[in-house]
T-cell receptor, first 112, second 113 residues
């Protein structure tokens, strides 16, 4: 019940296209949903995060959409660029949890 | 400000050998974590600590031990390395405040032959 399921495992998008990565969870206690971005040879870094009191959060070309009733959230990358090529992890946590639960990761490749 | 620093960055071990991975953070964070990253498996939590002198088991703790003798350091030990422990290991730290941002180190690539 503490799992976060992420899909797809890999994704190839043309430059300028929209990249969409999905995550689903079961634990209704989760109330913090961050996305992390990892470039090859580097550690993950926080990209954007959302709380369940809003359905969408946008930062530049990156948007999180949150569907509380479906227990799903997704990352949308608009106007995808080759520099966005990386592995993306969704995660979830709840107050007092002391740790994050990560999805399996999505390797995103943006073709020029 | 160095953030989270892991030592070493690369290591090759023979089966049965032991080693210690060191993680140091300079952000005065309370919480520290050790993850392993394997293809298709995401980030799996090995052990974590919520303060100096405390440790707790994560999702995949078997074959590993940890210690947090100083707030800024978190050590991960492998007493008798096995090929199944070949992986990339990441240390992370957070303030522990709700909605916390986790800061990760650069990783240690460990190969056990």
């Amino acid at each position: 019940q503490q799992q976060v399921k992420q899909s797809p495992q890999s994704l190839i998008v043309q430059k300028g296209g929209i990249s969409i990565i999905n995550c689903a969870y079961e634990n209704t206690a989760f109330d913090y949903f961050p996305w992390y971005q990892q470039f090859p040879g580097k550690g993950p870094a926080l990209l954007i995060a959302i709380r369940p009191d809003v359905s969408e959060k946008k930062e530049g070309r990156f948007t999180i959409s949150f569907n509380k009733s479906a227990k799903q959230f997704s990352l949308h990358i608009m106007d995808s660029q080759p520099g966005d090529s990386a592995t993306y992890f969704c995660a979830a946590s709840w107050k007092g949890a002391q740790k994050l639960v990560f999805g399996q990761g999505t390797r995103l490749t943006i073709n020029p | 400000n160095a953030g989270v620093t892991q030592t070493p960055k690369f290591r090759v071990l023979k089966t049965g050998q032991s080693m210690t991975l060191l993680c140091a953070q300079d952000m005065n964070h309370e919480y520290m974590y050790w993850y392993r990253q394997d293809p298709g498996m995401g980030l799996r939590l090995i052990h974590y600590s919520v303060g100096e002198g405390t440790t707790a088991k994560g999702e995949v703790p078997d074959g590993y031990n940890v210690s947090r003798l100083k707030k800024q350091n978190f050590l991960l030990g492998l007493e008798s390395a096995a090929p199944s422990q070949t992986s990339v290991y990441f240390c992370a730290s957070t303030s522990g405040d709700f909605g916390f941002e986790a800061f990760f180190g650069q990783g240690t690539r460990l190969t056990v032959v």
